[in-house]
């Protein structure tokens, strides 16, 4: 296949094509220009010195091409002879720079002018030669000559493409003349193995994001190696291979330091930059002392030399020994060290690129030996780790072998393993325990998904399969975000800015392409109703709270108190603070627990005596939700004892309900908690000695109670909780015994 690529282009700008308005508004001239200029900032972008473009405009008012004579290919320019695409090609079919013809031309007789070019340029060189012709076949064309001219492209293997305006339109909406060329144009791009375009269709096309073409260079060029065949060369393997990147990341454009200043002459522009890089001693002073030792401290990049860091010494090393002692001698080389099973590999283990290894070319046997290991591999479904030298004197590498077998040939995927040295080891919390199918310790239940959660996250999952992501035009769904139709959008936006800066020096940038945002974001299919159902069932299955942090607080008076602020000091009045602050300054005796363990004793066995966190009166459930959200150990059963110890100290005792709404708030959030956390059984208990000291205190407890049951704030059943042994029937029964006897005291009060 030819590496090297010529291509004319061919732009009828007659003036039908300026005067007739297209489907969309536009006129033909303007869809034929810009197409055109996609067509060209293509191979701008690519840059391939090897491929040369051309362009002939039709229906230009002069007459400039090498075939013209009087009365021979009239109105036919050679705008542009066969050359690199380069950024003045591009600005030439600018809408403000094309020329809009004022004369009909043939465009037959611009295609012969096409093929002429081809022909003087490429002569016997191996080109592969292309031409696309750009028209809306108005204008009547010469096809005498027909015959001849479809010889010529098939001899000299010339490919024609066409972009028609309005080939799709109805017949009965096109002239004669229209008919007649669209037809014969037709049967020359199919005679010339080309396709026909709308423009409609080759905008689509042309708009999408194209991949930058990089012509196949081999990055390793050796022998792979089985056994040794210096000292064994009859039990020992030499297989000629060429080895080429197939991924390989590709870089955003380097720029180059260049300045529009004038020079001292002031004659011409000055665009480039010479970079001088010197050394110098680092100077102990300061001021102008260090400015004036400047030159006498310089040092010459030949006396320089190599310091390493060690401890936190530096230690210089001269060249000499750093270039023969220390560098390994190695030769260039290929070597299978042994093979493993390729479920043995961790998929972690592969760093860098991926390289494709081929037999040589030309070069006999090597193919048979090449398919030969390659099928053994793959019928063992094993790996080959070898030891790779890419050239002389190079670091060895160590790298892994796999056989790629495909109907178009036989090959070998490449790719580099890590050494000891390059594998980071972190150390995360274990979650093994979630395997097990009847944990024994609530802790563990705990985190155990239920079959809700499964099957929750399992739809969810498959509402986002990009096998049937999108659904295309015949309703079918179809695989998305496949891996060569998704762009790098970094590299894409670079040269997007680039084309329109070059071509609208004093625009502002244009926006980012909507298509380049488009591809990163969820999945918008036909079945986006199917994904925001299995959205919600998620959110119901796994109810996740936002936990508000603590504030940090500076100085020396906010670190003495530190252990017990909480978010919630920041909105207390200026009184409160210095009632808090004297309150610590004088503290009174400690709280005695005794009446509250007899309430809210310990349901489990793993409550530490000395909590780092305490839930103080000013924001209860602030540090309830924070207990709950520890990570190093379990403070489950701290919490809620403590914020039990908290409701009832809201209640109990207290004069007025001021606090009952605190109270009522904190009980709520309590039975979830201990619903959720296994401590079903706890709040039962809990619920049921609170009743009886609500119901035994004064009425401001009873109130509290009241609006318990009026919140019908119950126990714990089986249906909530699995760790509870409460029935449905017998939570419902707890409250209307309560209210019984309620009723009971209050009488006996009275009386």
Not at 18 to 31: I, L, Y
Not at 279 to 297: F, I, V
Not at 402 to 411: E, L, N
Not at 635 to 655: D, H, K, M, P, T
Request: one cysteine or more; glycine letters at 6%; hydrophobic letters at 40%.
């Amino acid at each position: 296949m030819a590496n090297k690529e010529a291509i004319v282009f061919i732009l009828d700008v007659g003036p039908s094509t300026w005067q007739t308005a297209a489907s969309n508004g536009t006129t033909r001239w303007e869809v034929g220009r810009h197409v055109l200029s996609l067509l060209i900032s293509a191979k701008v972008v690519e840059a391939r010195k090897l491929d040369h473009v051309g362009l002939v405009l039709c229906g230009t008012a002069a007459t400039d091409n090498p075939l013209a004579e009087p009365g021979q290919y009239p109105h036919i320019t050679l705008a542009r002879p066969l050359a690199m695409a380069d950024l003045a090609l591009l600005q030439s079919v600018d809408e403000t720079q094309l020329e809009k013809g004022t004369a009909p031309a043939d465009c037959v007789d611009a295609l012969v002018v096409a093929i002429d070019m081809l022909m003087r340029h490429c002569r016997q060189l191996k080109y592969s030669k292309r031409i696309y012709l750009i028209t809306d076949a108005e204008t009547e064309a010469n096809i005498a000559d027909l015959d001849a001219i479809q010889e010529q492209l098939q001899i000299n293997g010339i490919g024609l493409d066409i972009v028609g305006h309005d080939f799709d339109a109805e017949d009965a909406a096109k002239s004669a003349t229209k008919r007649t060329n669209e037809a014969v144009l037709r049967g020359l791009a199919e005679e010339a193995g080309g396709s026909v375009f709308t423009a409609g269709e080759a905008l689509q096309l042309l708009s999408q994001f194209r991949t930058k073409r990089v012509r196949p260079t081999a990055l390793f060029r050796g022998v792979l190696s089985i056994g040794d065949c210096d000292a064994q060369p009859q039990a020992s393997l030499a297989i000629p291979i060429h080895a080429f990147a197939k991924t390989l990341l590709v870089k955003r454009p380097t720029a180059k330091k260049c300045t529009n200043l004038l020079e001292a002459s002031g004659e011409t522009n000055s665009v480039d930059v010479v970079t001088e890089r010197h050394y110098y001693l680092a100077p102990e002073g300061d001021g102008a002392e260090q400015e004036n030792d400047k030159q006498a401290q310089r040092v010459e990049r030949e006396e320089l030399e190599h310091a390493y860091v060690f401890g936190r010494s530096l230690v210089p090393v001269r060249r000499v020994d750093e270039e023969d002692a220390a560098r390994l001698t190695t030769e260039k080389s290929m070597q299978v060290i042994g093979f493993f099973a390729s479920a043995q590999l961790p998929a972690y283990f592969s760093m860098g690129n991926i390289y494709q290894v081929c037999a040589a070319p030309h070069v006999e046997g090597a193919a048979r030996a090449m398919s030969a290991f390659a099928h053994a591999l793959y019928e063992k479904d094993a790996m080959a780790l070898v030891r790779y030298v890419r050239v002389d004197n190079a670091s060895p590498k160590l790298g892994v072998l796999w056989p790629r077998i495909k109907a178009t040939g036989v090959f070998l995927n490449f790719a580099h393993v890590p050494f000891a040295d390059d594998v980071r080891h972190y150390l995360f919390a274990s979650l093994e325990h979630t395997s097990l199918p009847e944990p024994t310790s609530a802790r563990k239940r705990r985190r155990m998904p239920t079959a809700e959660q499964l099957t929750c996250m399992e739809a969810f999952v498959d509402s986002l399969d990009l096998m049937s992501g999108v659904v295309d035009g015949e309703g079918e769904a179809v695989e998305t975000l496949r891996s060569r139709d998704t762009v790098n959008p970094d590299y894409q936006r670079v040269y997007q800015c680039i084309q329109h800066r070059a071509l609208h020096p004093s625009e502002s940038l244009p926006a980012i392409d909507p298509a380049l945002i488009r591809q990163f974001e969820p999945l918008q299919s036909a079945e986006s109703s199917h994904t925001h159902k299995a959205e919600l069932a998620l959110e119901a299955a796994f109810p996740v709270k936002k936990v508000q942090k603590r504030l940090r607080q500076k100085g020396k008076v906010a670190s003495a108190v530190a252990a017990k602020s909480t978010p919630a000091e920041t909105e207390l009045s200026i009184d409160a603070i210095l009632e808090r602050g004297a309150n610590m300054a004088h503290p009174a005796a400690p709280e005695t627990q005794t009446d509250d363990r007899t309430i809210d004793e310990s349901p489990t066995t793993h409550e530490s005596s000395q909590a780092p966190v305490h839930i103080h009166t000013e924001a209860p459930l602030v540090e309830f939700h924070e207990l709950l959200s520890r990570t190093d150990r379990d403070f489950v059963s701290e919490a809620v004892v403590q914020l039990g110890n908290r409701i009832r100290g809201y209640v109990i005792g207290q004069e007025g309900d001021g606090q009952h709404a605190l109270a009522h708030e904190c009980l709520v959030e309590l039975r979830a908690a201990c619903a959720l956390e296994n401590e079903a059984a706890y709040f039962n208990r809990y619920l049921h000695k609170l009743r009886d000291a609500c119901l035994g205190g004064g009425q401001w407890p009873k109130r509290f109670w009241m609006r318990v049951q009026a919140a019908d704030i119950t126990l714990i059943a089986q249906t909530e909780a699995a760790d509870s042994e409460v029935t449905a029937e017998a939570a419902a029964q707890f409250l209307a015994g309560s209210a019984n006897a309620g009723g009971k005291r209050a009488a006996g009060d009275k009386s």
